[in-house]
């Protein structure tokens, strides 16, 4: 069967990592994928997680099956972490899933099979994962004009533009915090005028939520959301803990959806579990449900999760004022009131070729760069260098 099919190529956030990692060069600094890295460049497991799994491994005494939606103990806790007290509990309808990828791939299937012929509208630019999973689940998709290079923030006049053609029924796939590629997140004003155009046209928005607590912190990343949940009828969220929780590869994340159809949600996405994987895993969820139920690990977590976020804050600043030395301008100032672990340098595919192949200096193709992948030691260098190739 295989013999004469040419496998899909990898996205570019994949193909950097092989890249990345088959570079024999000493000093090569990854700025690609997005994982969060120490000042000393480590990505070590978060000692809250290290403490909820030891307490796990103590108490546990069986790993028998245990729901198609996993733990509810853990859905709740994630329905409290996201949605705080914005919407009833009895409004939302969760299930867990492989990671945020896993919830936002639970997401369109459903809406495929429900609605099979409503368009989801992307922001542009957008994760390469979002349009990749639309395209394979055939369904139609437009792109919204979102980030805009000049100022290194939004084109809200564009994006209002584009959003206002969209239908009943449609699906408005925003991202929740820390825009992935662009670093350039909504302010609260930016989701009440989403809500308006929501309820004014029946669309649906769609919530991406992989980076909360990267942004501004735990409660302020999840405003927008929040104001979303609690003024419309629906809204679709796909969870990721790969980032805050530090559990990249034990692939946490769950589907929340806001609706007034609760139990009937709840059994589509247990029947949408079931025929793609059938049971979620369970470890990293049962994870992140002893630290959210706990007052100490909770604690913990929650000044882990600051020192990460002021690390990353730390590198923006640090990054932005190395190149206004470089270069003598302010030109790459935006890099300070970004948001996360992203921001579209301005670079194009070749600049960013001649980067890695020059330099050493691996970030996306369209010039995305990991801020949080920067360290006290690289930043130097990674200014130079970005100083002379992006002159
Ligand atoms: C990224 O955007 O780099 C991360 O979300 C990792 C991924 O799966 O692409």
Known sequence: MFETVTPPEPDKIIRLMGMFAADTRTGKVDLGVGVYRSPEGKTPVMAAVKQAEERIWTAQDS?????????????????????????????????????GTGAVRQVL????????????????????????????????????????????????TGMMADLARVGRGDLILLHGCCHNPTGADLLLDDWQEVAALCARTGAIPFVDMAYQGFGLGLEEDAAGVRLLAATLPEVLIAASCSKNFGLYR??????????????????????MNRQ???????????????????????ALWRGELDGMRRTMEGNRRALAEALREETGSDRFGFLAAHRGMFSLIGAT?????RLREVHGIYLVGDGRMNVA??????????????????A
């Open 63 to 99: 790993k028998s099956y245990v729901g198609l939606r996993g733990d509810l103990g853990y859905l709740d806790a994630m329905r409290h972490l996201i949605l705080g007290q914005s919407v009833p509990a009895d409004r939302v309808a969760g299930a867990g899933t492989p990671g």
């Open 109 to 156: 299937e459903t809406v495929h099979r429900l609605a099979p012929s409503a368009t989801v509208w992307i922001s542009d630019p957008t994760w390469p994962n979002h349009p990749a999973i639309i395209d394979h689940l055939g369904q139609k998709r437009q792109s919204y004009r979102y980030y805009d290079a000049a100022t290194g923030g939004i084109d809200r």
């Open 250 to 271: 034990e692939r946490v994340g769950a589907v929340l959806i806001v609706t007034t159809g609760k139990a009937a949600a709840e059994g589509v996405l247990a029947g």
């Open 276 to 298: 793609n994987f059938a049971f979620p895993p369970d470890h990293g969820a049962r994870v992140v449900q002893e630290i959210l139920g706990d007052e100490t690990l909770g």
């Open 349 to 353: 595919s070749t600049q960013v070729d």
């Open 373 to 390: 992948g920067l360290t006290p030691d690289t930043i130097p260098r990674v200014a130079q260098a970005l100083a002379e190739v992006l």
